[in-house]
Nanobody, 124 residues
Framework: VQLQASGGGLVQAGGSLRLSCAAS????????IGWFRQAPGKEREFVAR????????NYADSVKGRFTIYRDNAKNTVYLQMNSLKPEDTAVYYC??????????????????WGQGTQVTVSS
């Protein structure tokens, strides 16, 4: 599975961004997709995830109500819509693929494939 993340940028607090994760590979339906982020000097943390074949989603408490993860199966792309952005959302954002048989979706070490990061910077 290959993952390509894009859509990061600089935005003012209260603004919005949409990140994209384009996936390729023959067995995409075997994987669920998650978004993580890592700020300087901090651990990589779970943000959100969606299953590939169904519509189950999960979010970190810090982004609930502000971020929405959704997918377009026809385009093999998972999106992270980020609204009401805060300076503390500043980080490098990564998408990753997790075998759908693995329930440990909030742990970065459980994921099998990672895309390159995309920088999100929120100014105050």
């Amino acid at each position: 599975v290959q993952l390509q993340a894009s859509g990061g940028g600089l935005v003012q607090a209260g603004g919005s961004l949409r990140l994209s994760c384009a996936a390729s590979g023959r067995t995409l339906s075997m994987y669920n997709i998650g978004w993580f982020r890592q700020a300087p000097g901090k651990e990589r943390e779970f943000v959100a995830r969606t299953t590939w074949s169904t519509i189950i989603t999960n979010y970190a408490d810090s982004v609930k109500g502000r971020f929405t993860i959704y997918r377009d199966n026809a385009k093999n792309t998972v999106y992270l819509q980020m609204n009401s952005l805060k300076p503390e959302d500043t980080a490098v954002y990564y998408c990753a693929a997790l075998s759908r048989s693995n329930p440990d979706y909030a742990r970065a070490g459980a994921y099998d494939y990672w895309g390159q990061g995309t920088q999100v910077t929120v100014s105050s």
